[in-house]
């Protein structure tokens, strides 16, 4: 029997859909970082048109929330410019700072905005996350395959490059990567680097579990299992196994108190399960497979960017991030983590900007998880990027998952949750 299309029907749709299921033809030339950038600029500019011409979705609606972020981002973007004022940067940082933010910060209340607004169908995301989850199971079947055979993992760097960002891993085109410690093959499929592959298999993981097809669903969910296992992300597997328990039993529980516990229970679990996670593995694998070299790396930048955010810029930050020293192998400073990163370019106006929405989203979505499947998926979601701040810089990575944030920004209109979701899910 035939199903319906899910390449979506309006402009906006289908930079939705062709956004998606590109993921990997971008990345193979380089250009994701780019697109990724841009898409949802460009899927604003259409809506924007389509709103002048009063031709806007009936169910469009701003929520309050998506306001919120949306009051971030703009501090955000003061705090900026602000802290370049006061280090005296000069105006070629200043702009070169302001288009990192349009690249960065500025997609989670964009995409949050479009979400909540724009007309887009449910399945026609789920089925392009199955789609990018499958075609990571072939990428992952190839390249491990190559990787046996010796070939080569870096294969070229983007020309793209000269556009600018964050740094060459985000135009590098490779099969797969080599672990520093133990020199054996970790993957990172379409992400910068192998943790930020295990982060994207968990956004997939919760998409893929809401497909109805069952080929789909099964190819989907075995997809973003590989990514995970093979980007060795001890987060990543840590959070992939709460999110199986989570997507299993959070539609049973129907009291919001009682989801408000389960929440920070799950929260406080994952703070010591990675610790728990790496004695065991330490113990097993007599410290050499616990990585201790990433572990210490980390904790430096971490005690540097906050002793240097407390005792220099603890208002407004830095403006920028520097380059950090020999101890922590030149990465920079604020790196691995969201909230150090803000705290030293944005001081703590940059860091409540971010905090605030964040924990009032997650609160939001707790409530209404018991409501409808949307509501409980956008949860899941929220809480991976919380999850995660406390290991990769969100605002770099906003590129890959910007499906999340609209997930989300869908969530958070009441419009466009309930039976809206119910019946646009069924085949």
């Not at 030293?344 to 605030?356: E, S, T, Y």
């Not at 964040?358 to 018991?370: D, E, G, K, P, R």
Request: a positive charge; hydrophobic letters at 55%.
């Amino acid at each position: 029997m035939a199903t319906k299309p899910h390449y979506g029907t309006t402009t906006e749709e289908k930079l939705i859909w062709y956004g998606m299921v590109l993921t990997y033809p971008f990345f193979s030339f380089g250009g994701l970082y780019v697109t990724g950038s841009l898409i949802g600029w460009l899927i604003f500019g259409m809506a924007t048109l389509r709103w002048y011409a009063n031709l806007q979705d009936k169910d469009a609606f701003i929520p309050a929330i998506v306001w919120l972020w949306i009051a971030s981002g703009v501090v955000l973007l003061i705090a900026l410019l602000i802290a370049h004022i006061n280090w005296d940067l000069g105006l070629t940082k200043t702009i070169k700072s302001t288009i990192g933010w349009a690249k960065g910060w500025a997609l989670m209340p964009l995409f949050l905005l479009l979400g909540a607004t724009v007309k887009i169908k449910p399945e026609m995301m789920v089925r392009a996350a199955c789609i990018i989850a499958t075609h990571s199971l072939v990428f992952a079947v190839f390249s491990v395959a190559l990787y046996i055979v010796g070939a080569p993992a870096d294969l070229f760097t983007s020309p793209l490059k000269a556009l600018g960002g964050p740094g060459p891993d985000f135009f590098k085109v490779s099969l797969y990567g080599l672990n520093p410690e133990t020199g054996a093959g970790r993957w990172r499929f379409f992400a910068p680097w192998a943790p930020a592959a295990g982060f994207m298999a968990c956004i997939l993981l919760i998409f893929c579990s809401q497909e109805k097809e069952k080929f789909w669903r099964n190819t989907g969910i075995l997809g973003s299992l590989i990514m995970c296992l093979l980007s060795q992300s001890r987060a990543g597997l840590v959070i992939f196994l709460m999110l199986i328990f989570l997507l299993m039993f959070l539609g049973k529980i129907k009291n919001p108190l009682g989801l408000i516990i389960f929440g920070v229970a799950i929260c406080c679990f994952f703070l010591i399960a990675e610790y728990i996670y790496d004695l065991l593995n330490t113990a097993y694998l007599d410290i050499k497979a616990a990585r201790p070299e990433s572990s210490r790396v980390r904790s430096a930048l971490a005690s540097i960017a906050l002793q240097r955010w407390e005792t220099e810029a603890p208002i407004w930050g830095h403006g920028i991030v520097e380059k950090g020293p020999h101890i922590v192998a030149y990465m920079p400073i604020g790196s691995h983590h969201s909230w150090y990163g803000l705290l030293f370019v944005k001081g703590i106006v940059g860091m409540l900007a971010v905090a605030i929405p964040m924990a009032i989203t997650a609160f939001y979505l707790v409530f209404q998880s018991h409501k409808n499947a949307m509501s409980r998926t956008a949860f899941c979601m929220i809480l991976v990027f919380i999850c995660y701040s406390f290991f990769e810089n969100l605002e770099i990575l906003a590129y890959i998952y910007w499906p999340a944030l609209l997930w989300i920004g869908m969530a958070l209109n009441p419009l466009k949750t309930g039976e809206i979701y119910v019946s646009n899910t069924n085949d």
